[in-house]
């Protein structure tokens, strides 16, 4: 693997592990404030998080690249209304899919199909993250500041089940 893409990877695998480490911020924020629901839900995304990571993880380890992990800041302790933190969570995986696009481009220059290949899956994911938050944004900018509309949603996210078991069901 060519050393700029390898860097990039592991680039990847600190922005997955640090997207764990801000989810699970604001978990604990919810926690905090008895939204159990909405805390479920971003523990749930932290989870996820750090399986992307292990996914790039695997992925370097097989093409005989060497992991070389990174420190992570410190997530902020607060994030405001649930709107807020949802909001944020949406901005933050955008970023995520323009640092995934950006790393499919990188492998294309060096003409590395077997990463493009590999972040095919990213790719489609990103679409799916997006899609998520965006729906949560949604919901929520439209409860506005009504407290029975935000914990009927607070109950409706703490529904959310880890993805690899809504896969299991097609
Ligand atoms: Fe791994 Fe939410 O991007």
Redesign the pocket.
């Known amino acids: 693997m060519k050393p700029e893409v390898l860097e990039a990877l592991n680039d990847q695998i600190r922005m997955?592990l640090s997207?764990g480490y801000v989810y699970l911020a604001m978990a604990a924020a919810f926690e905090a404030d008895a939204y159990d629901g909405f805390a479920h839900w971003m523990r749930l995304?932290a989870q996820?998080?750090l399986a992307?990571a292990m996914r790039l993880f695997d992925y370097v380890n097989r093409r005989g690249g060497r992991v070389v992990l990174q420190a992570i800041p410190s997530p902020p302790e607060s994030f405001g209304a649930p709107l807020d933190a949802f909001r944020n969570a949406l901005k933050?995986?955008e970023a995520?899919t323009a640092s995934i696009h950006r790393l499919y481009a990188l492998a294309g220059e060096h003409a590395d199909v077997a990463t493009q290949k590999e972040l095919d899956w990213f790719i489609t994911?990103?679409v799916e993250?997006e899609e998520n938050a965006n729906r949560a944004v949604d919901l929520l900018t439209r409860a506005g500041g009504d407290l029975t509309a935000l914990l009927f949603l607070d109950r409706e996210f703490g529904s959310r089940r880890p993805e690899e078991e809504e896969d299991a069901e097609g």
Request: no cysteine; glycine share 0%; charged share 50%.
């Open positions: 997955e997207s995304q996820e998080e992307h933050h995986e995520v994911e990103q993250e």
